[in-house]
């Protein structure tokens, strides 16, 4: 399963990135996040389905010093998933 994911509220600036990234990781979820020009963050994530569902937990819930105010999760097709790597942060230095 391949998921979409748009968390918006203060997640900019406050290691939000490196929290996603280290709980995607802990769940073996291949995939990515990084910051958008909007202030918000994406996550597109693949794994099972109940490594997903822990995933969209600890993104409602968020990391010390962030505020989510809303998760917008999409599906999207398997085949995205396919050229997925082990879960990273893009642009990040």
Known sequence: MVRHYLVKGRVQG??????????????????????????????????????????????????????VDQVIEHPLDDAEGESLGPFQIEGAW
């Open 14 to 67: 406050v290691g939000f990135r490196w929290f996603v990234h280290r709980e995607a990781g802990a769940l073996g979820l291949k995939g990515w996040v990084r910051n958008t020009e909007d202030g918000h963050v994406e996550v597109v994530a693949a794994g099972e389905s109940e490594e997903l569902a822990d995933l969209s937990t600890a993104l409602h819930k968020g990391s010390r010093g962030s505020r």
